[in-house]
């Protein structure tokens, strides 16, 4: 295994500090190194880096960044060996908590008690946290047993308890997904999935392998309506959703369970980005981010389920790397590339990142799609760049790689991202 | 059971079509296998060699890759996560699992030794996904992979 | 068998009432115990309370509310010093949006006046804005109260219960009230006998306080003629970002049933808005409906336009014990002995400690000797909410106790000592943990804490986590796998190894 020691004294200052040691951070500090960068500091919350991989016990992690198909520990476990290879102070069990626009950090730790260090450049890598009940506003009474399917991920795969005996999973996110083959596997009966829209929010593999395997009914355009019990969850009411995404009450039905689990999405965790006093996109929440993922205060960075949700934990990887890299050569004194190209969402698009792009660098656009559509899909960028694909969902994040040969004369453009249906790209 | 499965009314000249959804990777390629009493005759629908042989395989003897924790003792946290050596039939998962269930280790646990050996009969042993310091060594200097391997032994749990 | 001991006063609920009583008569040479039905003080009535100090203006006069309304605010001024309770003196910004609601306004703030309130000023709408800027732009004007402040009502309430206790009275919790013996023929004056799960309590005197219940109660003590309404109050709380909206308590002018719906900065810095004001039947509903957050959002809207529901992070419902009159019930009964403080709806919480020292008078009239004793502290170590604190007090809490430096709740900033202090100091559900130390209340609503939590609370009373709940009864949350070892060796910090330190199935 790996492990960790924790820095014997903290340095005054840091070239490139990480905040975050799941997926992102992990890549942001072998980036950062290997652009030269000598003095990095990676702060992480747990005892273990790692992140929310450690909970994550699933294949289908590494393909794009190790060639193979791992779990998520595994991942975690090759991304920490890395880093420490690299010769990185790892503080563990610490929090940033705090960020002064000269980027003087303030954190706090166990080992240091509460420190301040300067720092030259930072990427934030804190993840996302999900959405709750409070955020998708479901009435009702509030017992117990209603929780985010992470926090069930985590009590069953690291704590060895279970979050209850029949469970009810609201979202068919991913995280939903795997929970309810997880739950199942170990003797907690799933009532079913209800999906709010008229398709899964999952990936099509979560879908096959967490339910059907498993003959887990999945209630599309159904949501959860009212909620039952005082002391622990009796009950949920479900219903059916009209074409407006509205109730359609007369077609409700009760569903005994003692646990509902919340997969409602994930929200960049904005908190140093808030006091930092960042651009945030509005649709993801996350910061406003240029092709190296700098924010719009010079010297921070942020990368990953920070700036807007991967579907992939190789996308992270490979996003932060890039973060990782651009820190490191800020604060080696090297020149950022000029951001010439700003990238603005366009039909059927939800949003783009990174928000602006290089004219003289090459580099990769992620996007989703609001509105599925199955069947042969134009790609465009602009004018630029024109690919068909065989069909896209919102589920799944659209990379594409955009070069200095395509941008050619871009210069000054703002290029729009639209994903058409074939044959309709004159509407 | 056939996951995603649908046939597309009397098979023409004895070939039946299948389509499943390739979970190779997460990009889901909706395959279709063209089988003459079982045999595999044609796979349509793929954008890379692993949709061929997903597609081959999950008709005619479909596999899963599973995942799962057994009780660890001395670690951080409670219980260590664990994957099947090998694509394990997909009616014996359950069992699988139950087998490993109450399973218990102690750290310190090497990343990819086996945790148990031929889990519920399959033939196919658990491996450990995660490494685990002896405890108490948690934040030693010791940077090395850990050789400590644990003693096992296996129940049927469950 | 042996006389059974006898109390010298029973405190039925461990609400703002009960407490403030509890914490009033320590000072007296007395024994005195409090019964509360929950698993902990304040998670009735007093939990889901929109957590202002009002102002002294709102109630009238003439009522026994309206009196005790500002001496009440003064009393929670006092506590707050003594105690060191989460307080906040936000003022109040009482506004009339239309012209019609002026003569309202001021009426009210004349009514202020008159009970003895300082400070009222009435504002023009350019004065209102200059101090709110985010107040309906079309407003007709606003008065201005300097009195009103914000507090937890939870965490003031359970930090007057452990004043109380650390100053003599016994606390007991999950005591509900099953029956109280009727009136002994032969001995009407005997001391009065209540019966909860864990058997008979004998005392001289019992303070019906039991919120909701009250009715019910006074009915088994052989009282009759009180009837509790339920009147819930939905109350919507929002994310942290919009921190700042307002400054003060933004009331509108009233209307018959209610104070209207408010937006209120908590003393936690964040924006709550609520609440509504509806009779229902059940005594239990608690539940918040789209029906109530639409009301809420558009009454709220006309003081403040920029508000969104998309901003809500927690919601919940409380109830108000409305009786029959409107106003506190307070008073001795027909039954010897048995005195009700019943029907305590707003402002209850800011009358509360007025009130208890008028049930101190009660308790005199009917013969309570009350003898001060020496020792009596009027103090308790404030809670440290290191959040709060400044770097470098901060940097000296960590260096004293390392554990200053560990975070359990990262949205609210909550350290593992703050929550070690809080289980030390009574808190035995994640509920209670939650209201006293704010972990798990913010944007992420527990995900990330919940399992610190339930393992500090589990490791401070000494059970497994399975056994700690969310507030008491049968709310559990998680539970045992089947194949859960026993005993159970992975709980607790250091799991045990068998001899061999070898691994064993189980």
Known sequence: MVTTEHPRQLADSYDVTIVGGGPAGLAAAVGARDQG??????????????????????????????GEDVTGPEYAHRALEQVVDHDVDVLTDAYVTDASSDLRLKLMSPSTGVATVDTSTVVLAPGARERTRGAIRIPGERPAGVMTAGLAQAMVNLHGRLPGRRAMILGSGDIGLIMARRLTLEGVEVAGVCELLPYPSGIGRNVVQCLEDFDIPLHLSTTVVDIHGRDRLEGVTIAPVDDDRRPVMSRSAHVPCDTLLLSVGLIPDAELAQRLQLRLDPVTGGPVVSSTMETSRPGVFAAGNGVHVNDLADWVSREAQVAGAAAGDLALGRHRPLEDVHVTPGHNVGYVVPHTLSTSRTQTVSFRVKEPIHGDTILRIGDVHRRKVRAVVPAEMITLKVGPKLLDGCAGDTLRVDAIPAGQEEA | MAATCTTDGPPPDGVETVTYLCTGCPLG???????????????????????LRYGTQEHTDPRREVATTVWLCGGDVQRLPVRAAAPVPKASVRSFVRALAGVRVSAPIALGSVVAEDVAGTGIDAIATRGVPPPGAGSSDDRDRATGRPSVSGSEGG | MGEPHVHDVLILGGGAVGTTLARALSRFDLDVVLLEAEAEVAFGVSKANSGIIHSGLHAPGDTLKGRLEYPGNRGWHQLHEELGFGFAPVGETLVAVEEAELATIESIRQQGVDKGVPGTQPWTPQQALDAEPNLNRDLAGAVWVPTAAVINPYEAVMLVADAAQRNGVRIEVEQPVIAIDPVDAHRPDAPLIVHTPAGPWHGRYVINATGLFADEVAAMAGVPGLTIRPRKGEEYLLDRRVEGLVHSIVFPAPRPTSKGTLVIPTVDGTIMVGPTAHEVDDKWDTSTTEEGAAEVFANARRL????????????????????????????PTERPGFINAAGILSPGLTAAPALADHLVDILADQGLALVETTDWDPTAPHPVRFAGRSTDEQRRLAADDPRYARLVCRCELVTEAEVREAISRGARTLDGLKFRTRAGMGRCQGAFCTWSCLTLLAEGLDVPVTAVT?????????????????????????????AAGSSVAW
């Open chain 3, 304 to 331: 403040v336009p920029v508000l969104n529901e998309r901003d809500v992070i927690a919601e919940f419902a409380g109830l108000r014990p409305v009786a029959q009159t409107g106003d506190f019930v307070v008073g």
């Open chain 1, 37 to 66: 960068a000598e003095r990095i500091l990676l702060v992480d919350r747990d005892p273990t880096p790692g992140g929310i991989l450690l909970q994550c016990i699933h294949s289908g992690f590494g393909l794009h960044t190790f």
């Open chain 3, 470 to 498: 969310k507030r008491g009864g049968d709310s559990w949350i998680v539970c045992e796998r089947d194949d859960q070892p026993e005993p159970d060796a992975t709980g607790g910090d250091q799991p045990e190894l068998d």
């Open chain 2, 29 to 51: 390629c909706r395959l279709e296998v063209d089988a003459i009493d079982d045999e595999v005759v044609e796979v349509r629908g793929f954008r890379c060699k692993r949709g």
